[in-house]
Every structure is written in structure tokens, then in C-alpha cells.
């Protein structure tokens, strides 16, 4: 029996998607070499550092470790300074209502990003009160498709991985909640989210009272 989903952030919940492409986007520019939205979507689902190591392996380029932790701030403060920005159009279509359903079934909801800057948006957003734990960046040190951040948030709601359901829209994630014995389901195209038991477009198509029956 499924008790427990554990949401990804960007892509399931929210979108924010376009704060990072444009601070990644500028920060490939302050180097001197273009990035586009084709380079992009090698960066989604994975860490700030991992992604910061793609970004330089399209440019051509190689730093030490102390210089590489100064460009991920610098781009991690572009990308806060573009969250101020952030309202309710970014919650994505049907998040709430599937959220507010979840909790009325007495399901047990956690995040599991590798956002560092989570809880500020879900703050900025008011939807922290719609999660019993969040399991982020400033906690987890493994990127996906390591499984930590959703081990750690089973650990978090006190459920075993069987009995936990991952929402992801990037490949990385998909395989990290398989790797944590987790069942998938993926938010976006099915070509791009191979292993999920279940791909929607978006949660506005889903219940979680149908997902449950589905996954019996």
C-alpha cells in the first residue's frame, strides 16, 4: 500500500525552471562561451556542483576546486535575485489541489529536491504547510540518480521505500527513486522519463485516490 509521495520541486511543483537557465545562461556568458536550451536539459535534475561541472565541459573549460565554488555562488546568487520575482503563476497546474487532496487522504507528502534554496520558494509560495518534511541541497550531499535525497525523506516520514511514491520530471530523478526501491511516476513526456510506472503531463490529470487504485 502506497502512504507516502515525496515531490520533486522544479517541474512537478513549481517552475523556476527559466530563473536557472537564465543565471546558468549568464554565468556561461560572463565566461565567454554561449549556452542554450539544448544544454540546458543536461542540467536538470542534478546538483548545483554537477551542474556547474557541465557547464564548464561545454565551455571548454577547467578550474580549481576554490574558483568552481565561487562561480556556483555567483550563480546561485543570480538565480535568488531572480526568484524575487517569483509569484503564484509559477506554482504549476494542479500542484495544489493534488497536495491539499494527498493530505485529506492522510497520505504523508516530503520534498525531495536538490534545490538549496527549497524552502524559500515554497515560503515565497505558501506551500510549506503541505509537506510533513523537505529533504534538500543543504542536507543531502549525493546527487541524483543517487537515491539519498529519497531515502532520507522516507526516513523523514518514517515509511519504507516500498510503501513510498516519487514525483519527477527529470530522468535523474526517475532513476534515483528506483534506486531507492521507490515506485516513479514522471511529470512531463514519457520519452524522457524511462522507468516510471506512470507519466502524466501534469498532476491537474491525476488524483491521488486514482494513482493509489493504479498502483495496487
Not at 204 to 215: A, E, F, G, K, N
Request: proline share 4%; charged share 20%.
Amino acid at each position: 500500500m502506497k502512504t507516502a509521495f515525496i515531490f520533486d520541486l522544479d517541474g512537478v511543483i513549481v517552475d523556476t525552471a527559466k530563473y536557472h537557465y537564465l543565471a546558468w545562461q549568464r554565468l556561461a556568458a560572463e565566461m565567454g562561451f554561449s549556452f542554450d536550451e539544448t544544454d540546458n536539459e543536461r542540467l536538470k535534475g542534478v546538483g548545483r556542483m554537477q551542474a556547474l561541472d557541465i557547464l564548464l565541459e561545454i565551455g571548454g573549460l577547467s578550474f580549481t576546486e576554490n574558483h568552481r565554488i565561487q562561480l556556483a555562488q555567483q550563480k546561485n546568487t543570480w538565480y535568488v535575485e531572480y526568484l524575487e520575482t517569483l509569484n503564484q503563476d509559477a506554482v504549476l497546474p494542479g500542484a495544489v489541489d493534488f497536495l491539499k487532496k494527498s493530505r485529506q487522504l492522510g497520505l504523508k507528502t516530503a520534498l525531495g529536491s536538490a534545490s538549496q534554496n527549497a524552502s524559500l520558494i515554497l515560503k515565497k509560495l505558501d506551500l510549506l504547510p503541505y509537506f510533513d518534511a523537505i529533504v534538500d541541497g543543504n542536507i543531502t550531499t549525493r546527487a541524483k540518480p543517487d537515491p539519498e535525497v529519497f531515502v532520507l525523506g522516507a526516513k523523514a516520514l518514517s515509511e519504507p521505500p516500498s510503501n513510498c511514491v516519487v514525483f519527477e520530471d527529470a530522468q535523474a530523478g526517475i532513476d534515483a527513486a528506483l534506486n531507492a526501491g521507490m515506485t516513479a511516476v514522471g511529470v512531463g513526456f514519457p520519452d524522457h522519463l524511462k522507468g516510471a510506472a506512470l507519466v502524466v503531463p501534469s498532476l491537474q490529470v491525476l488524483t491521488p485516490q486514482s494513482l493509489i487504485l493504479q498502483l495496487l
